[in-house]
């Protein structure tokens, strides 16, 4: 069974969103500006939760580091985040290996969110090559 299923799928991962924020929001170690910036797409961050959970087959929204490195600056403010979201998506019901299992999918994003890497853009061509050469 996948960790989605066990949160409840996702009508509880959408419904721990607000209150998710709610919690951010009276966290001071969280800057509310671009707190309320990042969940203005928070469809965005439901989405990738429930495709990290293994309730998507793919995701494709804003990427998570664009999503979460407003938020999350240092790896305090980022452990902090974890600890919120595992709070509202669990809500005190979690066995500790699915709880394990949450903390340990966003530690493997931790690398993603606290130290972005820059992609380089690809160029995708259309065009036959003997028309580039006329």
Known sequence: MTLYMKLGGRKTIMQAMPRLQARLEEDPCFDLGRLRHGFARSDDLSEFLIFLCGGAPFYDGEPVSRLLSPLCSSADTYQ???????????????????????????????????????????LVYSVEQDVLSA
């Open 80 to 122: 902090r985040f974890v600890d919120h979201l595992v709070a509202v998506l669990f809500d005190g019901r979690a066995a500790q290996r699915d709880e394990t299992e949450l903390r340990d999918l966003m530690e493997q994003l931790r690398p993603r969110v606290l130290n972005p890497k820059p992609i380089a853009p690809v």
